[in-house]
């Protein structure tokens, strides 16, 4: 008879984390025992196995504190500028130095980039409940897609940025206050990409068996959104929500570029920083100006984009155990 070998480097032996003990009662000895499965928890225990998010997550902390706190331990006045300070390079009293009007960067940075989440988030929510809800009704009842096509064509094929550089410049001649002009701009039709395509999954999914089942059963429309259509596209929704923020960052970007963003000193966003820097033709004598205030916002739009995106695999039941 010949003698099998073994190869242990086939034999996988490091297999305890794959079966846990859960316990078993004598009363319910005869049936499977299985470990609670809770969603939620899942998400959370595949989205904290990747390091980048760590790494994401350390980044956008420090962002944030300094967001919050920055301006406690380095703080002058923007409303007096030191004109002997004209781009002084980054020092232990001025730690992002001064831009060409002799204004401290490290209190315009962190003050630009207050006013620059606060108004991200704001244009986040309201674009995210306005699309999920349009998105959901107009992909639920096939009667609204002819109407909504043709408005979603017809922005479409506007430049975005011709669009809301009209509507900002009409929003500041009647009067209204800059901060909430950039907010109606960016939430007058920034829905409509998220809706358009919450419709177009929708429509995949909502003739589906289980659909068609609970349409029978007599479930009324907002439960079978609610309850059968929404939940199916969480990873979908999750990094068009992420991608959200950086996306309204970059919109603010856009129109301080072209002046159409706050103008007030001392209520500076992180675009009208970069482009007050990027504007003096000695931003190249002087990188500082334009460089620091650019990492800040970098660090906030790629840390936001990462996470968004693991959010959206870890949210995938498919990689649950």
């Known amino acids: 008879m010949t003698d099998i070998k073994v190869n242990d480097n086939f ?7 794959l079966f846990t003990i859960i316990g078993v009662q004598e009363e319910s000895i ?15 225990k ?7 998010v760590w790494i994401c997550l350390g980044i956008l902390a420090v962002v944030v504190f ?12 923007p409303n007096i500028p030191n004109l002997n300070l004209k781009y002084a390079a980054p020092s232990a009293e001025h730690w992002f130095g001064c831009n060409k009007d002799g204004n401290d960067l490290w209190t315009l940075t962190w003050s630009g980039a207050k006013i620059s989440l606060l108004l991200a988030i704001i244009v986040s929510v309201i674009n995210a409940v306005l699309g999920l809800f349009i998105g959901s009704i107009w992909g639920f009842f096939p009667k609204l897609d002819p109407i909504l096509i043709e408005i979603r064509n017809f922005l ?3 430049p975005s940025l011709l669009l809301n550089m009209m509507f900002m410049k009409t929003f500041l001649m009647s009067g209204m206050d800059a901060f909430w002009a950039i907010v109606l701009v960016m939430t007058i039709f920034g829905w409509l990409g998220l809706a358009s395509m919450i419709r177009n999954q929708i429509i995949i999914i909502r003739n589906r068996d289980f659909n068609v089942a609970s349409r029978t059963l007599g479930s009324k429309p907002h439960n079978m959104i609610l309850h059968n259509l929404l939940p199916q596209l969480i990873s979908i929704i999750v990094i068009l929500l992420a991608n959200s923020i950086p996306a309204a960052i970059d919109g603010e970007v856009s129109l301080s570029f072209f002046g159409l963003s706050l103008s007030s000193v001392s209520r500076p966003t992180l675009g009208q920083v970069i482009n007050n820097g990027a504007a003096d033709a000695n931003w190249t004598v002087s990188p500082h100006i334009v460089m620091l205030p650019a990492l800040v916002t970098i660090l906030i ?6 996470i968004g995106f693991a959010m959206a695999d870890a949210s995938d039941p498919k990689s649950h155990r």
Not at 11 to 17: F, G, L
Not at 46 to 52: D, E, F, G, I
Not at 301 to 306: I, L, M
């Open 301 to 306: 739009t790629v840390t936001f984009y990462y």
């Open 11 to 17: 034999i996988k032996t490091n297999d305890e984390e």
């Open 30 to 44: 005869d049936s499977l025992d299985t470990a609670p499965y809770s969603y939620w928890r899942e998400v959370f």
């Open 46 to 52: 595949v989205l904290m196995k990747n390091k980048v």
């Open 156 to 158: 479409t094929n506007i």
């Open 66 to 77: 300094f967001t919050i706190f920055g301006n406690f331990w380095c703080y002058y006045d």
